[in-house]
């Protein structure tokens, strides 16, 4: 079965200060990890990937994100926020066929 | 180019009425998907299709109807909506050619604000 958890609802970070999404996945093949943000009333904007190639991903805007097979985690990190990154952010899994998972998403907060 | 386009923007609609949501994209992409989405919550999956043919239908009640005429053009057809099918629809594609197709990345378009009145 496949499956995506993402552990935090919210998650609220000073501007300046690091950010932390967390994301867990179940899978029953090698998946593909992708995560996404949202900012109100838009679609979603790729902002990484990973494909089984490097497990650290370098995204846009100063995301990366580390595949780690053995925790079945997808974390996505920043070194520091900016108040544009507030946004929903969501963590989806792909392996076979056509469909995408998808995870409840975290809404972020920048504090200035 | 990596952009999925919508039309309209917004659309207010009564529950009588008969509209359509369009969605296109010129990537060359063979997989096209609609989805439903609520404030606060993921895109839901309603419809696949793979080559212009429908490939999945997450069990959606038939005031909705989609049409893929051509590879790069996607409709939405809606008929006698309800109220609680106000929500952002949004228009995914993704290369969706070869066998690996789970490394294939999906792109979104911005979406259709539906309101029914």
């Known amino acids: 079965a496949q499956s995506v958890t993402q552990l935090d609802s919210h998650v609220s970070v000073s501007e300046g200060t690091p950010v932390l999404l967390r994301c867990n996945y179940s899978?029953?093949?090698?998946?593909?990890l992708f995560w996404y943000v949202q900012h109100p009333n838009k679609g979603l904007q790729l902002l990484l990937k990973y494909t089984s190639a490097a497990t650290l991903v370098k995204g846009i805007n100063g995301f990366e994100a580390e595949f780690k097979k053995s925790e079945t985690s997808f974390h996505l990190t920043k070194p520091s926020a900016h108040m544009s990154d507030a946004a929903e952010y969501f963590c989806v899994l792909s392996n076979t066929g056509n469909q995408f998972y998808f995870g409840t998403g975290t809404s972020l907060t920048v504090i200035p | 180019d990596t952009e999925v386009t919508q039309t309209p923007k917004h659309l207010v609609m009564g529950m009588t009425n008969k509209k359509s949501l369009k969605c296109e994209q010129h990537?060359?992409?063979?997989?096209m998907y609609w989805y439903k989405q609520k404030a606060k919550k993921p895109p839901e999956l309603m419809f696949v299709?793979?080559?212009?043919?429908?490939?999945i239908n997450e069990s959606v009640p038939s005031r909705f109807s989609p049409e893929c005429p051509n590879s790069s053009l996607l409709n939405l057809h809606l008929h006698a909506l309800q109220p609680e099918d106000s929500a952002l629809y949004l228009c995914?594609?993704?290369?969706?050619?070869?066998?690996?197709?789970?490394?294939?990345?999906?792109?979104f378009g911005p979406g259709t604000r539906l309101t029914v009145l």
């Open positions: 990537m060359g992409h063979r997989a």
């Open positions: 995914a594609s993704r290369q969706g050619t070869s066998g690996a197709a789970s490394t294939d990345t999906q792109y």
């Open positions: 299709y793979s080559y212009e043919k429908l490939s």
């Open positions: 899978s029953s093949y090698s998946p593909s």
